[in-house]
């Protein structure tokens, strides 16, 4: 089946730029999306990008799509501290049948 | 604006009791999903409704069942909780089945002990 990885934590400063990273495996997928997750609330999604783009900007957001090596990241310049929140990728397969979550990357960010 | 409504909050089961988690929204969508989360394996479908009257299996659907109950609600059941199924549990809808887009109710933690 499909698999959907992230690394588990990233950390950084208040103003630098936080780049999450996702694998997938699943080369039929249509659409990529990032989803956050703040403390003790549902998933809202942040952006998403269709299979036959190579990067998408949204203010702050960037996402990178390499459909070649199935890698998928999201940058996030000048990070703040309300940032701070694990974010989630997730691809949709051809079929669309349904959502394949990554594990989740749990962002710091330190004043 | 409401979206995606789920009761309860919290709840502490025993193993063998039974419960249902209710789930409603408000934005007229067709297609409606639970999911749980457990801690690094992010959100797994357990069932889902394309549109009203269809239901179908997701990932991990073994211990629960659903039900429909018109546009708006999506009820998921445990009928006999187990250890294993202390997670929180999401209610999703969308638009349309496989839309772009789905929206996310705030959660439910259920623990069985």
């Known amino acids: ?111 | 604006n409401a979206g995606v409504t789920q009761t309860p909050k919290f709840q502490v089961l025993k193993t063998g009791q039974s419960m249902t988690l209710q789930c409603a929204q408000d934005m007229n969508h067709n297609s409606m999903y639970w999911y749980r989360q457990d801690p690094g394996m992010g959100l797994r479908l357990i069932y889902y409704s394309a549109s009203e009257g269809t239901t179908d299996k997701g990932e991990v659907p073994n211990g629960y069942n659903v039900s429909r109950l018109n546009k708006r609600e999506f009820s998921l059941r445990l009928e006999s909780a187990a250890p294993s199924q202390t997670s929180v549990y999401f209610c999703a809808s969308s638009e349309a089945y496989g839309g772009t887009e789905a929206f996310f109710g705030q959660g439910t933690r259920l623990t069985v002990v």
């Open chain 1, 1 to 111: 089946g499909e698999d959907v990885e992230q690394s588990l934590f990233l950390s950084v400063r208040e103003g630098d730029s936080s780049v999450i990273n996702c694998t997938y495996t699943d080369s039929s997928s249509t659409y990529l999306y990032w989803y956050k997750q703040e403390p003790g609330a549902g998933l809202q999604l942040l952006t998403y990008i269709f299979s036959n783009m190579d990067m998408k900007q949204d203010q702050r957001l960037t996402v990178l799509l390499n459909k070649k090596d199935k890698h998928l990241s999201l940058r996030i310049a000048d990070t703040q501290t309300g940032d701070s929140a694990i974010y989630f990728c997730a691809e949709r397969d051809n079929a669309g049948n349904m959502l394949t979550f990554g594990g989740g990357t749990r962002l710091m960010v330190k004043p």
